[in-house]
């Protein structure tokens, strides 16, 4: 059955294979196979992305996958969830046209309340504080768009400086804006309607505990 094809949940299984015989591959080819072995992993590395590929060239996912190295572990995507008078700091994508909170990958060798600050000020212009933890959440549980590696997305809750905005660094970003609750616009996959409510009701509650999957 090929991606996207059956139920949402025969979709979902066939994602998760992908991702455990792709994560199987590189963290086989980690530790020094014996070269029987390494041939046997490289195999099974593209056969993943034949799986994945849909109707993208398999070639350009075998390079994705070769590029990831070390024991596979799970990406981190961090997001900043920052308010002013009640209304939330969002960004236009230029890929889709659609809204989300600032975020990306989190760097190695940054700590995730940085990763979240630097990608508020990049993709944004606004500089802020990350001061609490809204949640952390599998990538895909939520009905989020199919992505060939798997994911945690961490959000953290954001003080903005008074500091008039400096220019947006983020080539990928067209325009940031401040919405109402009630006023939100057509939303990114990157940031899943339930989770901007959360962000809402951390604001309206400091009291909350993070959310955890």
């Not at 094809?5 to 994602?15: F, H, K, V």
């Not at 109402?180 to 339930?194: F, G, I, K, Q």
């Amino acid at each position: 059955m090929p991606p996207g094809d059956g139920e949402p949940g025969q979709s979902q299984a066939w994602l998760d294979w992908v991702r455990r015989l792709q994560a199987i591959a590189q963290s086989g080819l980690t530790y020094d196979p014996h070269p029987f072995h390494r041939e046997r992993y490289e195999q099974i590395r593209d056969i993943a992305a034949e799986m994945a590929a849909g109707e993208l060239e398999p070639e350009a996912l075998v390079a994705a996958f070769v590029s990831e190295t070390g024991h596979a572990t799970p990406k981190v995507d961090v997001r900043a969830a920052a308010f002013r008078d009640g209304r939330v700091l969002l960004v236009r994508g230029l890929d889709d046209g659609l809204w989300t909170l600032p975020g990306g990958w989190a760097e190695v060798g940054e700590k995730p309340s940085a990763a979240a600050e630097k990608e508020l000020r990049e993709e944004s212009g606004h500089r802020g504080r990350a001061v609490r933890l809204i949640g952390m959440y599998e990538r895909d549980v939520r009905g989020r768009g199919r992505f060939p590696f798997y994911a945690y997305k961490v959000y953290f809750l954001c003080e903005l400086d008074d500091a008039d905005p400096e220019p947006v660094q983020a080539s990928e970003i067209i325009e940031a804006a401040f919405f109402a609750e009630n006023d939100v616009p057509d939303l990114s996959p990157r940031t899943p309607p339930e989770h901007l409510t959360r962000a809402f009701a951390h604001l309206r509650d400091p009291s909350l505990p993070a959310d955890f999957d």
